[in-house]
Nanobody
């Protein structure tokens, strides 16, 4: 499963961005879909998770500001979004998507996207 993340950019504090992660390659059933981020000099950290059943979880520093969701059509059900509002300079990082699940062809997978840069600055 290959993941393509995009949607990052430069935004002013208080602004919004919407990240998208699209899956291609093998067909699969997702267990969990995640967004992580990594700021310069810092470890990669989990931002948000959505399960195959639709349950959502957020880390404390993005609760109330970020929303993770999945596409709701047949063609987009394995696309994950991260709507980021009220962005702060501390949100500046490279954002990565990560999917884990079961391949219809058999076996499990754990795939990462290439990352998209988010910069929050005035």
């Amino acid at each position: 499963v290959q993941l393509q993340a995009y949607g990052g950019g430069l935004v002013q504090p208080g602004g919004s961005l919407r990240l998208t992660c699209e899956a291609s390659g093998s067909t699969f059933s997702p267990n969990t879909m995640h967004w992580y981020r990594q700021a310069p000099g810092s470890q990669r950290e989990l931002v948000a998770t959505i399960t195959g059943g639709g349950r959502r979880e957020y880390t404390d520093f993005v609760k109330g500001r970020f929303t993770i969701s999945r596409g709701d059509s047949r063609n987009t059900r394995n696309t994950v979004y991260l709507q980021m509002n009220s962005l702060k300079p501390d949100d500046t990082a490279v954002y990565y998507c990560n999917f884990r699940g079961i391949l219809y062809s058999g076996g499990s997978f754990n795939s990462w996207g290439q990352g998209t840069q988010v910069t929050v600055s005035s």
